[in-house]
């Protein structure tokens, strides 16, 4: 099992940046595929961003690309989700997840793949 902890969210203007980590304690973190997830009142989740446990393939929804970037430090298990250029659309609920894969290389986009979840963290975008 891994226990997962989102930090880093806050209130930031539109045009700023946040930058959030996801930090997990128990089973071997690189032995996880890791992404991020989000949810505006209202609304779904909705994926975000995916890293394999390699770190080398990433993939991003198409409304964040160009704007976030994840990344992961398996030496410090933690995931990261660099944010800028940040928009009033981007304020939610930001959730960090995890699931054991064999690959290297594979990305997880689905949320019902996923078997671990952090609490998360609110991220407020003003105009």
């Known amino acids: 099992q891994v226990q997962l902890v989102e930090s880093g969210g806050g209130l930031a203007q539109a045009g700023g940046s946040l930058r959030l980590s996801c930090g997990a304690s128990?089973?071997?973190?690189?032995?996880?595929?890791t992404g991020w997830f989000r949810q505006a009142p209202g609304k779904e989740r909705e994926f975000v961003a995916a890293i394999s446990r390699s770190g080398s393939s990433t993939y991003y929804t198409s409304s964040v690309k160009g704007r976030f970037t994840i990344s992961r430090d398996n030496a410090k298990n933690t995931m990261y989700l660099q944010m800028n250029s940040l928009k009033p659309e981007d304020t939610a609920v930001y959730f960090c997840?995890?699931?054991?894969?064999?690959?290297?290389?594979?990305?997880?986009?689905?949320?019902?793949?996923?078997?671990?979840w952090g609490q998360g963290t609110q991220v407020t975008v003003s105009s």
């Open positions: 128990g089973r071997t973190f690189s032995s996880y595929a």
């Open positions: 997840a995890a699931t054991v894969r064999q690959s290297l290389f594979t990305i997880v986009t689905l949320h019902n793949e996923y078997d671990y």
